[in-house]
């Protein structure tokens, strides 16, 4: 019966373990469902790129060149 005892290191890293895999679970079942939902057309897609409101002409790029700034 020697096999049987657990001392609070092992039960501490196999709760820590648990813990790890529900979370890790969580969270990959939570982007995988944004994914899912995101292809069915259920979700609109995030839009947190702030470079997408700036626009830039090719003119504003040739007269920055021109002018040696």
Do not use: H, T, W
């Amino acid at each position: 019966m020697p096999l049987l005892y657990f001392d609070p290191g092992l039960g501490a890293m196999i709760i820590q373990a648990i813990v790890a895999a529900v979370a890790g679970f969580v969270l990959f079942s939570k982007n995988l469902m944004y994914k899912i939902k995101l292809f069915l057309g259920l979700s609109k897609p995030l839009e947190d790129d702030v470079f997408d409101d700036i626009e830039i002409k090719d003119s504003d790029i040739e007269n920055q060149d021109s002018s040696g700034r």
